[in-house]
């Protein structure tokens, strides 16, 4: 990311300097940035849920404690009624087992097209943070935006085909 701004590369991030520093506050929001743009399959797991002790003030009988790594949901199985707050998913039924995106322990679980769009945001971040150059800012954003929609359309790619013949058939 900083070679695309015009800066040193950072060689560890353990120093304390304040391109160190940068990286440490901004990189979080831009991975949790890229990966709620899609649903991304590398980025999926699934769980079931455990119900926390205090129950919703009012509108939901059940809350339960949302994954630590959570970033987005992706599907919700067990209920059709929820609502998502803050870190719990709030529901009236029991046996809640989700589907969700997310954050990765280490960048090598996220294929090379995500990991690509996260430098470019970072840099893209960056070089408004950093430095006064605004169209560096925008061509940054813009190639993040292309490099995005074509990793989306990569990971679509692989989606199963069939779950359409079998709507089809079965509604025939």
Not at 93 to 118: M, S, V
């Amino acid at each position: 990311a900083f070679n695309l701004i015009g800066e040193t590369a950072l060689q560890d991030f353990t120093g304390t300097s304040e391109s160190t520093q940068n990286i440490t506050i901004q990189l979080p929001s831009v991975v949790q940035s890229v990966l709620s743009q899609h649903t991304f399959r590398c980025a999926r797991k699934r769980t079931s849920l455990a119900a926390v002790l205090d129950a919703p003030a009012y509108g939901y009988r059940y809350a339960y404690q949302l994954p630590s790594d959570y970033c987005r949901i992706v599907e919700v199985n067990g209920t059709e009624d929820f609502s998502i707050e803050g870190d719990k998913l709030l529901s009236n039924d029991t046996g809640i087992f989700i589907t969700y995106i997310a954050l990765p322990e280490t960048p090598q679980t996220l294929t090379p097209a995500i990991q690509e769009c996260i430098v470019y945001l970072l840099a893209h971040t960056l070089a408004r943070t950093t430095t006064t150059n605004d169209n560096l800012a925008v061509i940054l954003y813009q190639q993040y935006t292309a490099l995005l929609a074509q990793a989306i359309k990569h990971d679509d790619e692989g989606k199963r085909q069939d779950m359409y013949e079998e709507w089809w058939t079965e509604n025939r």
